[in-house]
């Protein structure tokens, strides 16, 4: 029974295949194809619609070879503006290098100012120790030459109340003797 009904159901869609290629043979023949590609009464037909889709086709590929020769353009413009551009970039490096460059050499200049600087503040501490040591010892030696010139003055001022004294002594020494 299975079997009888499998091949009732090929033999159904091989006859639905027939029919239907009935139907287009007698469809295609009933048809006037002249009157359809001509336009005919109905309006326009395949030949119109050929040329309308011809120029269509001919606008659309001006269209495209426009765009492509826009895009042709921009890209050479594109392509000088990144020359451009890698032209400045190379200017800029060597700017860059060069300023690095003279970084270097000011920051070996300025060690050199600081070495140098740093020297002469060395030198500076050491001589205001020393100009330091020779005010105390000018300072002592004033200190001494004025308690020298006191001595030298009341010496002096012995010496001459004891010439004076002697002066006198004499003096008197004179008179007593002369009386």
């Keep these: 029974m299975a079997l009888v009904g499998k091949i009732m159901t090929v033999a159904i869609l091989l006859m639905s295949l027939l029919f239907m290629g009935f139907s287009i043979m007698n469809y295609a023949t009933q048809r006037n194809y002249k009157s359809l590609v001509t336009g005919g009464d109905s309006g326009t037909g395949l030949n119109e619609q050929l040329r309308e ?5 001919r606008e659309q590929e001006e269209k495209l070879e426009m765009v492509q020769n ?13 020359a451009v551009l890698e032209v400045k970039s190379r200017e800029s490096k060597s700017t860059i290098a060069a300023k ?3 970084l270097e050499q000011l920051t070996l200049e300025h060690q050199r100012n600081i070495n140098t600087l740093s020297t002469a503040q060395d030198d500076m501490i050491r001589l205001k120790g020393e ?4 005010r105390k010892e000018v300072e002592q030696t004033l200190a001494n030459r004025n308690s020298e010139f006191e001595t030298v003055t009341e010496l002096t001022d012995k010496i001459n109340q004891a010439e004076g004294v002697l002066r006198r002594l004499k003096e008197r020494s004179e008179q007593l003797r002369g009386n």
């Design 53 to 57: 889709l011809t120029n269509q086709v």
């Design 70 to 82: 826009k895009i042709a353009l921009e890209t050479a413009s594109k392509r000088s503006a990144l």
């Design 100 to 102: 690095r460059d003279e």
């Design 131 to 134: 100009a330091d040591a020779l």
